[in-house]
């Protein structure tokens, strides 16, 4: 098969990184080889966070080149935003619509407003899926859900060759028993905001 | 928690990181005793280690530094055991006292040194190669590029210290430990290791006649060691038949295998590299043309083939650095431009906020830091909302003087024109150019809170301060031929609660002290807003650093600050020397019960072990009390007024003393009730602009609001806001 390049980028404590360990255990229950990547900087919480997971037959560099990416899996606006240079000219977004915007201590700089953020994902991409996750997370009473309704979302795309099982086996295996019930909900409300 | 190494089913696969992938072959090779300080990139060794000792039966420490755990597996490795220690790159010079002479005395079973280099600093201060230090301690090193080879060197690394009788360094880069990838795991090695001493072996002690002996033995061992190095299974040639040859070790190699068509070239992988395999490196030239070297940071195999006499394609050709670390698109522009890889395409650029890193929300260094910038604070004025009402003077002088006359405030609104307006006081400045002009020494600045106050039995009214202020904020009574100046109203000024449009705040003096910084979370306390830490060297050298400025002469109180693991780790000799040669800095010890940096280890003040065992609670204060510091203060930081107090206290105080700030961090503990902004709030920005709290931020619209998901609850925000905005949100 082809190499398939997944970029999941967020802020520090939005489970961006447990997210991209359990879309890596899918891919290998379903046999792939697979490597992952992740970028942080020094700070604990509230930083950029971006991970990178690759599957294919086989895979040697954990790292993805710029503009090879398939698809980039967005928890908030503006670092979806930033990661977008890493997206192939046909490549898939899914956004979380959240936005979480940083303090800003720089004078000069306007920050970008929700809408113009938006406006620059949808200008650079045309396969861009909103999917207000903090919006459905707050419904289903648990914010912390935010991560596994994206991964729902991601595995309901067209041409995911991980199976729907491998995603909810690699859930149960990685997550605590009290919470796999909420996130297999969650999972599966983020399958069907892709799949209307 | 049973850790997922621990799993007993050889050839499965389960997905790690370098790390977790050493910490499985090291469980492979029978292991009986571990030990680190945490330090990013290696910490997920032990930390995965320590949570399979119980399973596997062996043992498993956090030591409070990095020589101490490189002893302590010397030790073990002395009677039989095999041992490992983990690092990074930074830790190695710490552990390099004994590990020098280590390679002298050998190893009777097997030892591993693990060493994580941090190319690019995700998070170190530095940028240095290991490979140099195997050369430099003459010991054998593996370079491990992927986790799969992390666990393959790990295990092997055992059996080649064994049979050399010397320890063996394993280096990683962060890409390797902290990059996963789908990892065969081996077999568990059952060892019957008989523990015991040799009493007897001279080659322990290193004493001159020993040691020079044992130097012969260890350059036998490195003969030996090279052999190894020219047969081992971790340096593999794939030819290809190609003109070009590719000479690769780490993460670069693999970079370089994926952006090229690797049936066009022939490679040459190295993973034991030290001693450099020369003959196998000889060998592989004969077939080709060209030769490319791929390494990142300093050019180890380059210099090693140079030697050979061999011409190589190396760093300067490709246009490569050693500054930083590789990633695909930069070997792919090196190869691009060598003609032998298609250009990358051009990608957008997009000019997007930074989101730079900060203190968490919450976090009680912030809280500290806020409380060292608040102790000598000013009025100031925000010109873009000031309409120049003149309230601030009618109230100033009402308060002061009983009269609501301008002319007699200690602020006063500067007209510039229709638009320009602004209203200007006293700004505290820490040279305080007013009181070196003036001549009559009726002006003196508190060295509490750096507020100027005016003798008036003594001042002449010549008006000479009134000429020497930057700011135009000293005046002179014309009827009392005395000078005035705003004294802030003991920190609660009148002008600040009642300026209509919100545009004056009290506002902390950041940098006007010195403030050395340390290894730590806490070091984040330079940036912007706080911008209260100006150095950051090495681990505990913040002390020394201080008590070094403190010789030399510089002006006023030196601080130094260092986290709790910090003191534990080096921090506690600083604090001894300083106490011995009697110098006038104040410690700060902010003590937040844990390693909070890498992830939240415990320390000597936790009360737990790495194997979650109760531990002793070594009582900071009790260490600091018996080296000698008389003066000892101790403060919660979330309380900034008494936190601000404590150290107007220790300001007056001459000679080593000591602050320690104590509480958990937020991040440990569950979660306060969210705080909120309410229809007071005037949007001063005072918590945005110099507390500096990720969960508060400003809207477009110019509102200031908290993110609910991520405050802390901490509620300092609460207590700091001059306008008393801010509250807890009410429980539903």
């Known amino acids: 098969m082809q190499q398939l390049d997944f970029v999941f980028a967020g802020v520090g404590g939005q489970g961006i990184v447990v997210l991209s360990d359990i879309f890596c255990e899918a891919a290998i229950l379903d046999g792939f080889d697979v490597t992952k990547a992740e970028i942080h900087g020094m700070a604990q919480r509230g930083g950029s966070i971006t991970a990178f997971a690759r599957i ?46 940083p303090s800003n201590f720089n004078k000069n700089l306007k920050p970008k407003t929700q809408q113009e953020l938006l406006n620059i994902i949808k200008n650079l991409s045309s396969n861009v899926y909103e999917v207000n996750a903090s919006n459905i997370a707050n419904q289903l009473g648990n ?41 297999l909900q969650a999972f599966e409300l983020g399958r069907q905001s892709v799949l209307k | 928690m049973t850790s997922k190494i621990t799993v007993n089913k050889p050839n499965s696969f389960l997905l790690l990181n370098g790390d977790e992938a050493v910490a499985r072959g090291a469980v492979e090779a029978n292991i009986k005793v571990a030990t680190a300080y945490p330090g990013t990139p290696s910490t997920e060794i032990l930390e995965t280690l320590s949570q399979a000792a119980k399973t596997l039966n062996f043992y498993a420490e956090w030591s409070v530094n990095e020589i101490v755990s490189t002893e302590i597996a010397a030790g073990a490795s002395m009677t039989g055991a095999r041992a490992i220690v983990s690092m990074k790159h930074v830790g190695l010079n710490v552990a390099s006292d004994a590990i020098m002479t280590l390679a002298y005395t050998g190893v009777e079973s097997g030892l591993v040194i693990v060493v994580c280099d941090d190319p690019a600093l995700h998070s170190s201060q530095n940028e240095q190669d290991t490979r140099y230090f195997a050369v430099h301690s003459k010991l054998p090193l593996l370079d ?31 890409r390797v430990a902290h990059g996963k990838a789908k990892v065969q795991i081996g077999n568990f090695q059952k060892l019957e290791r008989n523990i015991s ?12 006649a020993n040691a020079i002996r044992q130097h012969r033995v260890l350059e036998e061992k490195l003969t030996e060691a090279k052999q190894l190095s020219e047969n081992s299974p971790f340096n593999k040639i794939e030819d290809n038949n190609s003109e070009i040859g590719i000479i690769g070790s780490g993460v670069g190699y693999y970079y370089a295998r994926s952006v090229l068509d690797t049936k066009k070239f022939s490679w040459l992988k190295l993973g034991f590299i030290h001693p450099f395999p020369s003959e196998l490196v000889k060998l592989f030239a004969s077939k080709v043309k060209q030769l490319v070297i791929i390494e990142e940071l300093r050019p180890y195999i380059e210099e090693n083939i140079q030697r ?22 930069k070997i792919r522009g090196a190869f691009a431009k060598l003609g032998l890889a298609e250009k990358a395409s051009v990608s957008s650029v997009l000019d997007l906020q930074p989101r730079s890193p900060n203190l968490c929300p919450g976090c009680t260094h912030r809280a500290f830091y806020y409380a060292l910038n608040s102790v000598n604070q000013h009025v100031t004025c925000d010109s873009s909302k000031c309409i120049g009402c003149g309230t601030c003077e009618k109230v100033c ?25 602004g209203a200007v006081t006293c700004h505290v400045c820490p040279d305080a150019p007013c009181v070196v002009s003036c001549n009559s020494g009726a002006l003196s600045k508190s060295i509490k809170t750096g507020i100027i106050s005016v003798d008036e039995n003594k001042c002449v009214g010549c008006g000479l301060c009134v000429k020497a202020c930057l700011y135009g904020a000293v005046f002179l009574d014309s009827n009392k031929k005395k000078v005035f100046i705003c004294d802030t109203c003991q920190g609660d000024p009148v002008c600040v609660k009642n300026c209509p449009k919100y545009a004056l705040t009290l506002v902390g003096r950041a940098n006007d002290k010195i403030v050395a910084g340390d290894i730590g979370c806490y070091s984040l306390g330079f940036l912007p807003p706080l911008n209260t830490v100006q150095s950051c060297l090495c681990m505990g050298s913040g002390i020394s650093q201080a008590a070094g400025m403190a010789h030399a002469g510089v002006n006023g109180k030196v601080f130094a600050v260092l986290g709790d693991s910090t003191f534990f780790h080096a921090g506690m000799p600083g604090l001894l020397n300083v106490v011995y040669n009697r110098v006038n800095v104040c410690v700060i010890i902010l003590d937040n019960r844990i390693v909070a940096m890498t992830g939240h280890q415990p320390t000597p003040a936790s009360g737990r072990t790495a194997m979650s065992d109760d531990a002793k609670i070594v009582s900071i204060q009790e260490i600091v009390k018996s080296v000698g510091i008389d003066k000892i203060l101790t403060v919660d930081p979330y309380d900034v007024k008494a936190t601000v107090e404590a150290i107007r206290e220790v300001l007056t105080y001459d000679g080593p003393c000591v602050i320690v700030s104590q509480r958990s961090c937020p991040l440990l503990i569950e979660r306060g009730i969210p705080c909120e902004v309410t229809e007071k709030c005037g949007s001063c920005g005072l918590c945005i602009t110099n507390f500096g709290c990720p969960a508060i931020t400003k809207t477009s619209a110019g509102r200031v609001e908290i993110d609910s998901t991520l405050c802390s609850g901490c509620g300092v925000c609460v207590n700091i806001c001059p306008h008393k905005a801010i509250l807890r949100r009410k429980i539903q």
Request: charged share 25%; net charge neutral; hydrophobic share 40%.
């Open chain 2, 197 to 208: 001493f040799d009493k007897n072996g001279s080659r322990w002690v290193m004493v001159p």
């Open chain 2, 308 to 329: 050979l006499k061999l011409d190589i394609t190396g760093k300067a050709a490709l246009g490569l650095s050693e500054i930083g670390e590789y990633t695909p698109d």
């Open chain 1, 143 to 183: 914010n912390l859900t935010v991560n596994t309704i994206l991964l729902g979302a991601l595995s309901a795309l067209p041409n995911m060759p991980i199976k729907r099982e491998s995603f909810e086996k690699a859930m149960a295996n990685k997550l605590k028993e009290k919470y796999l019930q909420i996130n």
């Open chain 2, 397 to 421: 002088s009402f308060e002061k003087e009983h009269v609501s006359n301008f002319a007699r405030s200690r602020i006063r609104v500067v007209r510039v024109n229709e638009t320009d307006k």
């Open chain 2, 144 to 174: 491990a590029g992927n986790p799969q080879e992390a666990l393959n060197m790990a295990k092997e690394a055992f059996q080649i210290s064994e049979n050399l009788h010397i320890p063996i360094i394993l280096r990683l880069t962060t």
């Open chain 1, 56 to 101: 294919s037959e086989k895979v040697e560099s954990p790292l993805i080149e710029t503009g090879k990416a398939d698809a980039v899996i967005g928890f908030e606006i503006l670092e979806t935003a930033r990661s977008l240079p890493m997206l192939k000219p046909d490549g898939t977004v899914i956004v979380n619509t959240k936005y979480i915007q």
